[in-house]
């Protein structure tokens, strides 16, 4: 009689599939929220391409054992690649509005 949790496998890439969703979504956060200049959005950016190889992994290894977290790790997939190339950014315009503001001061809106 085996006393505390009994993990099994495919519960143990059931929480990676878990871990690897947090870290892609931390990813997205970081890389589209951080200035683009920063350590930090580069550092999102990494996280998140590790972060989507990691639910690639973790999917595939959930399918193999019957698991439906194989849906959810594609699922979150498609979403998170839907997050990282779904328009420019808010700091593309700021930066934009910047340069603008810096080459002509009269097209600042009053």
């Known amino acids: 009689m085996a006393v505390g949790p009994q993990l099994t496998t495919c519960a ?3 929480l990676l599939v ?3 969703q947090l870290a892609g979504i931390l990813g997205l956060c970081l890389s589209r929220l951080a200035p683009r200049a920063t350590r930090w959005s580069s550092r999102g950016r990494v996280g998140f391409i590790i972060a989507l190889f990691g639910l690639g992994v973790a999917g595939a290894l959930c399918g193999r054992h019957d ?3 194989a849906l959810f790790a594609g699922g979150t997939m498609t979403l998170l690649f839907i997050g990282m190339t779904i328009g420019g950014g808010s700091n593309d315009t700021v930066e934009t509005v910047a340069r603008r503001s810096a080459a002509s001061p009269d097209l ?3």
Do not use: G
Request: net charge negative; hydrophobic share 60%; charged share 15%.
């Open 12 to 14: 143990i890439f059931e």
């Open 67 to 69: 698991s439906e977290f």
């Open 108 to 110: 600042l809106p009053s």
């Open 18 to 20: 878990i871990l690897f």
